[in-house]
């Protein structure tokens, strides 16, 4: 079995060939359902999920009418386990940021960071799928599309964040934002975001180049 | 000369000589010289550009009234505009708020020459026409807003306050975003607003002429 990626993959998803897809909503349900046991904060846990979950859902939903690329899948998959770890700790509370903070002397738990810039690095490649497959925009205007995407999409985010800070209790709002007390939290964030996506730009770029696409 | 190359004429100069009054004496040089880079520079580019990448005289405009509005924040180094000052007093407002309608306008105005580009250049259709100006809006915003960060930490760090605009709010950040998202949601309204009375007006004519033939 090949693993169809934008250029490869055809509008109309063959029959029989919804295996992998079924497999990795079945492999992060059950990551989801192990992450869902005590969390470190339920509050926070279900103010993280509220997006996670309505994300998960729209793509079954919009599966019929538009089936990404399974390398998307894959991607998307890979993020909304990240996602679900770091919802599961709090974010700022994950285990591996803390041990990143030790062995490198860093100042703060950077998971939420790596998270951010895995937002761009996955996601821009699903992004580019939409624009080049169902939306028909020639290459070199999806993968532009791509990246218009990601940073606004995540400007989006941390507008929503700062909502939900304003609204919830300030306590849990910090535990939620993660600003850990830096008042450029939020830029940094959206610069990971955008270093992500302009690599993977970048290198569906050149691959696209050096691989002549069958796709007539 | 024709029609379109006089207004387009006429706008550079405007810009042009109004730039130069505003150069005059500005409230802070060096956060004059700082937030003027950007302008120049797209300035330029249109300049440079407008054989390759025409676009409707209309939206020459719109840039132009957006430029002129920035140009005037710079001199006054925004927190300080008159303008701002006068509205704070008149309807209490706790803050100078000249900045949040250049962020709004940002959005309101340029939605439309965006929507102009990616229509004749992406060849963007349906649903792709209205998404990616406001998407594009949005994720110029977050950008501004990382630069905005980048030269307030460069910087002295009293001139950064400034440049920040934030006026001591720590979401000033997200709220600016916003501003923009509203004004390009707004202006991609009136655009579909404008289309269907448009269609429908065509329709009446179409309906009335019996004798007019239907393209098949």
């Given amino acids: 079995m090949t693993l169809t990626t934008a250029a490869t993959a055809p509008y109309e998803r063959e029959s029989g060939r919804h295996r992998l897809p079924q497999s990795l909503l079945a492999f992060y349900l059950v990551v989801w359902v192990i992450l869902a046991v005590s969390p470190v904060d339920r509050h926070d846990w279900l103010l ?10 729209a793509l079954i939903l919009t599966y019929r009418r538009f089936a990404f690329s399974d390398l998307s899948y894959v991607l998307i998959t890979l993020f909304m386990i990240l996602h679900a770890v770091g919802a599961h700790y709090t974010y700022a509370k994950v285990p591996f940021g803390f041990w990143m903070k030790d062995t490198f002397n860093l ?11 895995a937002f761009g690095l996955l996601l821009a490649y699903p992004a580019y799928d ?23 999409v995540s400007g989006l985010f ?3 964040e700062s909502w939900v800070a304003q609204l919830v209790s300030p306590e849990l709002g910090d535990a939620y934002l993660g600003t850990q007390g830096d ?4 830029q940094k964030d959206m610069t990971m975001a955008i270093i992500g996506a302009l690599i993977t730009v970048g290198l569906t770029y050149v691959i696209s180049k050096s691989v002549p696409s069958p796709v007539p | 000369m024709t029609y379109r190359k006089l207004v387009l004429t006429g706008l550079l100069l405007w810009y042009i000589a109004f730039s130069i009054a505003m150069a005059i004496a500005p409230a802070n040089r060096e956060f004059w010289m700082a937030a003027n880079i950007l ?20 939206s020459y405009v719109l840039i132009t009234i957006f430029l002129t509005l920035h140009t005037i924040g710079v001199h006054y180094t925004y927190a300080l505009v008159p303008f701002g000052g006068w509205l ?19 959005g309101f105005l340029l939605t439309y020459p965006l929507e102009e580009w990616f229509r004749l250049f992406a060849r963007a259709r349906g649903w792709l026409i209205y998404y990616l100006p406001v998407m594009t809006i949005l994720g110029l915003s977050g950008f501004w807003e990382i630069l905005e960060s980048w030269a307030a930490r460069t910087f002295k760090p009293d001139l950064g306050l400034t440049f920040l605009g934030s006026q001591g709010d720590v979401w000033d950040a997200q709220k ?5 998202l509203y004004g390009s949601l707004l202006c991609v309204a009136l655009i579909v607003v404008n289309r269907k009375l448009l269609e429908r007006s065509v329709s009446v004519i179409s309906d009335s002429s019996p004798s007019l033939e239907e393209p098949s």
């Fill in chain 1, 48 to 57: 993280e999920n509220l997006l996670a979950v309505s994300t998960v859902a």
């Fill in chain 1, 107 to 117: 100042s703060r738990n950077h998971f939420d960071r790596i998270v951010h810039f």
């Fill in chain 1, 130 to 152: 939409v624009f080049l497959r169902a939306a028909k925009a020639r290459k070199g205007w999806a993968l532009l599309m791509a990246t218009i995407a990601v940073i606004s």
């Fill in chain 1, 158 to 160: 941390e507008v929503i």
């Fill in chain 1, 183 to 186: 008042i450029w939290d939020a």
């Fill in chain 2, 39 to 58: 302008p120049v520079m797209l300035v330029m580019v249109l300049t440079m550009a407008h054989r390759l990448f025409p676009l409707s005289t209309g």
């Fill in chain 2, 88 to 106: 704070q007093q008149a309807l209490h407002f706790d803050r100078n708020h000249f900045d949040r309608i250049v962020h709004f306008s940002f």
């Fill in chain 2, 176 to 180: 600016d975003m916003t501003a923009a």
